[in-house]
């Protein structure tokens, strides 16, 4: 079942962007953003969902109400990085690249920092 988010008419039809796609972007925008691990599950539920279904999206939450979009953003960083300015540089990419791609304003983005991990540990 796909999840609407946006219909549009349009001169030769419906345009329907789906809460899916909203998701792909934002994982894509996430992925790029400096200090990011990855993404994490937001609570035991959608840890469980993931471990049957591989969705990469899995640590993002898209709401459409009243046409306005808001987006929760669940990460784990990098760690001795600023926490503060990765979780604003994802933000900041995440509106920027919603906003370029669908021409949708983004109402409010969320960064929920789940966890930090060492990547290169000296020994």
Do not use: F
């Amino acid at each position: 079942m796909v999840n609407l988010m946006k219909k549009e008419k349009a001169p030769l039809g419906d345009i329907q962007i789906s809460k899916q796609a909203i998701a792909t972007i934002t994982y894509q925008a996430v992925q790029r953003s400096y200090g990011v691990v990855g993404l994490a599950p937001k609570n035991i539920a959608d840890e469980l969902a993931h471990a049957i279904v591989k969705d990469p999206t899995h640590g993002i939450d898209v709401e459409y109400k009243d046409k306005v979009i808001n987006i929760d953003v669940y990460i784990i960083i990098e760690y001795g990085t600023r926490i503060k300015s990765v979780a604003a540089s994802v933000a900041n990419t995440v509106r920027y690249q919603v906003e370029k791609s669908l021409g949708i304003p983004v109402n409010e983005i969320n960064v929920h920092v789940q966890g930090l991990r060492i990547s290169n540990e000296e020994v």
